[in-house]
Each structure stands twice: as C-alpha cells, then as structure tokens.
Nanobody, 121 residues
Framework: VQLQASGGGLVQAGGSLRLSCAAS????????MGWFRQAQGKEREFVAT????????YYADSGKGRFTISRDNAKNTGYLQMNSLKPEDTAVYYC???????????????WGQGTLVTVSS
C-alpha cells in the first residue's frame, strides 16, 4: 500500500484543517487507516483510527470532540478533519494503514510521508 498525505499548513489557533490520505496499491476498503503525529523533539503519538468500513472510529483524548476521522472508499482516500486547533497540535501528521484497528503505531506496516501542521497562537 502506498499512502500520500496532504493538507497540512499554517493556521491560527481556533482554525481548521482537513488532512487527506490517498491510498493506492491495495483495495482501500479492506484496510484500516490511522493518523499519527510527531511534534519536534517528541515521540510519535496516536491521533485517530478508522475501521475498513468506517463504522468504528477511535480517538486519542487530545483530539476528542475536535478531530473527526473519515474515509471515502470509492475515492481510496481517508481524511482527518481538525477543528479548534491549538498550538500544541503543531506536528508532522502521518497517515498509516494495515489490516487491523490499533492505536499503536508499531502495528501499522504502511506509512505516508507526513504533512506538517503548524498552529500559531
């Protein structure tokens, strides 16, 4: 599976961004997709994940109520809608994929290249 993340950028605190993750190389509807982020000097952390059907979603506490993960299997694309952004959301965001839902990054074999989100105060 090849993943291409996009949609990052510079936004003011309180603003919104929508990240996209385009997948190729495997039937997208058969894979689980997750989002992770890594801030400078910090370890990578889980953000959200969605089951292959879209029927189950899981979020880190940091994003609950502000972030929404979704997918469009017809377009082979997953999304992360981020609202009410905070400076502490600044990080490189990575999309990842594999067969099973997990909040652990080590469980995902396929990774996109990352897209930088910068939230200014």
């Amino acid at each position: 599976v090849q993943l291409q993340a996009s949609g990052g950028g510079l936004v003011q605190a309180g603003g919104s961004l929508r990240l996209s993750c385009a997948a190729s190389g495997r039937t997208f509807s058969n894979i689980v997709m997750g989002w992770f982020r890594q801030a400078q000097g910090k370890e990578r952390e889980f953000v959200a994940t969605i089951s292959w059907s879209g029927g189950s979603t899981y979020y880190a506490d940091s994003g609950k109520g502000r972030f929404t993960i979704s997918r469009d299997n017809a377009k082979n694309t997953g999304y992360l809608q981020m609202n009410s952004l905070k400076p502490e959301d600044t990080a490189v965001y990575y999309c990842a994929a594999d067969e099973y839902v997990s909040t652990s990054g080590v469980k995902y074999r396929y990774w996109g290249q990352g897209t930088l989100v910068t939230v200014s105060s």
